[in-house]
């Protein structure tokens, strides 16, 4: 496995260096402290291919791999984890989803949109009482005639207010029953499909997250997603790259507060000299780079197999479980090594510190990766 960057790669992080630079910088801790979804925003990166770096061209999207993903979502995280984490939803979850499991009809229909950021994904599979006990679902889709009606709710959906279309999970079939759930793509103005409660979140607070609220909604039979009741084994299948997702939002949340402790600690003056030539310092800054070169090298790994379309589930979870802490480690000690600066709104490393949290939540704990790691380690 060759990891080192491509001529493409390295043309993309300068590309999205530049972009966020310009576009998200100036209004990222205006739009955190009013949690505000830039959406405009989402609109200027569909045209500059982001929003659908995995979606061929005939579909309207860029045609890259893995590797130009975690390169983009790196690079606008390491500004803003709320912009990352919605790019990094958008593309994996409900993009994705439709890109991997719809009919040609589907994806001829909703790919462009989505893939120029013309519209918003959302991917609606989490409950109030079914995070990771995603098989106990209450929202449900029974069938009448050509029609599907779904009815329930969903919550802690990114872009569940403003997307204008999602992929939901609704349970068809017996509870507990993995062949029970089926997977539907419903309209934003579909009639009985509206939203709920925005959350009001410690982080990614530029990241709308709401609830999807569904009643007798009705769905015709052509907006089915692949088969009746696969609905949960795809899912499994999109989160092993969405693992890959969140692992590249946690390695760009990491290197913005590692670059911002390094720099601060190079200007920082203490008893007449940097407080970067302290060892204790030194040394925390070590660890921290260790830590992201050890999360980089894992994500890679899991980007290579995806790539290839090679079975990751393993490897993406070793990728998300590890990035995510080490986000948290890393994000924690840029706040230590700021001292009383760190734990003000006048630097960044406060911001990268309430992100990174989320990291080691979303798309499954950090608790549930060990659980499938170790599922697959004892196979």
């Excluded at 045209?47 to 309207?60: D, F, T």
Aim: glycine share 10%; hydrophobic share 35%.
């Amino acid at each position: 496995m060759d990891f080192t960057s491509t001529e493409n790669q390295q043309l993309i992080a300068e590309t999205v260096k530049r972009f966020a630079e310009t576009h998200i910088r100036p209004s990222f801790m205006d739009w955190d402290e009013s949690q505000h979804f830039p959406k405009e925003l989402f609109h200027k990166m569909g045209e500059l291919g982001l929003m659908g770096i995995l979606v061929p061209e005939e579909y309207g999207g860029a045609g890259l791999g893995y590797f130009e993903y975690m390169t983009a979502i790196i690079e606008v995280s390491k500004v803003c984890g709320s912009i990352g984490l919605s790019l990094a939803a958008h593309n994996s979850l409900c993009t994705g989803h439709i890109l991997q499991f719809g009919n040609e009809e589907q994806k001829r229909k909703y790919l462009p949109k989505l893939a120029t950021g013309q519209w918003i994904g959302a991917w609606g599979l989490t409950e109030a009482n079914t995070g990771s006990d995603a098989m106990r679902m209450q929202c449900v889709a029974k069938q009448d005639g050509d029609y599907w009606v779904i009815n329930g709710s969903k919550n802690w959906i990114t872009h569940g207010k403003s997307g204008e279309v999602a992929v939901v999970l609704a349970r068809t079939g017996e509870l507990l029953d993995s062949h029970g759930i089926t997977a539907f793509i419903v309209e934003r103005d579909t009639p009985g499909f509206k939203a709920g409660k925005k959350e009001n979140k410690l982080g990614m607070r530029a990241s709308e997250t709401a609830e999807m609220i569904f009643e007798d909604c009705r769905i015709h039979k052509s907006q089915v997603l692949g088969n009746i009741g696969d609905g949960f084994i795809q899912s499994m299948k999109i989160l092993d790259g969405g693992r890959i997702s969140i692992a590249s939002l946690s390695l760009g949340i990491a290197k913005g507060a590692l670059e911002a402790a390094l720099k601060y600690s190079k200007e920082r003056q203490q008893f007449g000299k940097p407080i970067s030539d302290f060892q204790a310092i030194g040394f925390k800054l070590a660890d921290m780079a260790t830590n992201i070169e050890a999360a980089e090298l894992l994500t890679q790994q899991a980007a290579f197999l995806k790539n290839n379309g090679k079975k990751c589930t393993k490897e993406s979870a070793f990728a998300k479980y590890y990035a995510s802490e080490v986000c948290v480690h890393v994000a924690t000690e840029g706040v230590q090594i700021f001292g009383g600066y760190g734990y003000t709104k006048d630097f960044p490393a406060e911001k990268y510190y309430r992100d990174s949290k989320l990291c080691t939540i979303g798309e499954g704990t950090s608790e549930i990766q060990k659980l499938v790691i170790s599922r697959e380690i004892l196979k």
